[in-house]
């Protein structure tokens, strides 16, 4: 089964100078003992699978066909040509930015497994839904409607990134962060292949910072992070991707 996860998700920054952070970040963990991913944006997906040594490159979204009039659009093939092996899909700024269904991200799951790549599907809720007690029945919903039949640990890992704590330096208490977890882990062992749903990656993401990364990564079933501004700087990345390794390790 696949090792822990740090990935990070640089969203719409960076620009070719950018890539002295991959470098230096590649530089600190030349054998890492866990898995490494950055998703820059598109367009240097190409010159950061170049540039990365052991760490692995992913694009922010894919579309679900493989090619055809769709301007401004990416296939899944082209990120995987271009040196990508994953994906992230239904980012929460996908699904509000651009209203993204269950649906679409669903076909693009299936688009990135065809191309070859591993899919990160990001679910999570609103301050409301948390405030409301429906945060289970939500995410059961985008998980339901996200993550097609079919999945397995070595294609998908699933990222709970509750909205409200995404870029806003808020985090669930890890009471909470532990209970959704193994919500997500119930939900994946009931609605698919049982020792596959065990071995998924569950992620948490959402203001992951230096100074909070190892008692979110001691947490039950939580496999790693997904990153967005701690992912910019090498010097912070590089913290949290110490603290998952020695959470794999027990240290
Ligand atoms: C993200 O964009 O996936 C994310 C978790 O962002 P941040 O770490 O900045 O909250």
Not at 31 to 45: K, M, Q, R, W, Y
Not at 121 to 140: A, D, F, M, S, Y
Not at 197 to 216: C, F, Q, T
């Amino acid at each position: 089964m696949p090792g822990k996860l740090a990935a990070g998700n640089w969203k719409m920054n960076g620009v070719s100078a950018s890539l002295a952070q991959l470098e230096t970040l590649a530089a600190n963990h030349p054998d890492p003992s866990v898995e490494i991913l950055i998703c820059p944006p598109a367009t240097l997906v190409s010159k950061a699978a170049d540039a990365a040594g052991p760490i692995r490159i992913g694009g922010q979204d894919c579309h679900a066909n493989t090619s055809g009039a769709h301007t401004g659009d990416i296939s899944a093939d082209m990120l995987k040509d271009a040196g990508a092996t994953h994906v992230i899909l239904g980012h929460s700024e996908r699904r509000t930015d651009h209203g993204e269904t269950d649906q679409q991200v669903h076909d693009k799951v299936l688009a990135a497994w065809a191309s070859g790549l591993v899919a990160v599907i990001c679910i999570g809720e609103t301050l409301e839904e948390r405030e409301k007690g429906v945060t289970n029945q939500v995410l059961g919903k985008q998980l339901e409607g996200s993550v097609p039949d079919g999945a397995l640990a070595a294609n998908t890992v699933i990222a709970y990134e509750p909205v409200w704590a995404i870029g806003t330096g808020k985090i669930p208490s890890l009471d909470e962060i532990t209970q959704t977890h193994s919500f997500i882990r119930g939900f994946l062992a009931a609605h698919h292949e049982t020792a596959e749903a065990h071995g998924m990656r569950i992620l948490y993401g959402g203001s992951v910072k230096p100074d909070n990364a190892s008692e979110i990564f001691a947490l039950n079933n939580v496999d790693g992070a997904l990153v967005g501004g701690a992912s910019l700087k090498a010097a912070d990345f590089s913290a949290i991707v110490n603290a998952l390794e020695a959470s794999a390790t027990g240290v």
